[in-house]
């Protein structure tokens, strides 16, 4: 058991990190474009939606990102089933994904 909680101390630092690394990213990224926002409608991202305040019957796994955007200096985006998701929401790997598309469309597009 030790060696797990190893492992697991080791993984809780490198998801933080990456969380934290892709959402810098993120940022430097929008600042980059006129109003601070990315369509993601064409890309195939997906983030779990906790339901907001009726987790019962709202929550679903596979909510499309639709837009990735900077308000008051935080990111957030907005999905098929909610606006303004916060992404402390979601998961580091599904914000990296995230960054690796804005990443990509700001390269192609804004540069």
């Known amino acids: 058991m030790d060696k797990l909680n190893k ?3 080791e993984w809780q ?3 933080k990190e990456l969380f934290q690394e892709s959402k810098g ?3 430097e ?3 980059k474009t006129i109003d601070n926002s990315v369509s993601l409608d064409e890309c195939n991202i997906y983030v779990t939606y906790d339901g907001g305040r ?6 679903t796994p596979f909510s499309h990102v639709e837009r990735v955007y900077l308000k008051d ?6 999905t098929e089933d ?3 998701y916060d992404i402390y929401n979601i998961t580091a790997s599904d914000l990296f994904c995230i960054a690796e598309n804005v990443g990509h469309i ?6």
């Open 82 to 84: 909610c606006y303004q």
């Open 54 to 59: 009726h987790p019962e019957y709202d929550a």
């Open 73 to 78: 200096g935080k990111v957030y985006v907005d």
């Open 25 to 27: 990213y993120i940022k």
């Open 29 to 31: 990224c929008l600042s």
């Open 7 to 9: 492992i697991y101390a």
């Open 13 to 15: 630092k490198l998801n």
């Open 106 to 111: 700001i390269e192609n597009e804004y540069e």
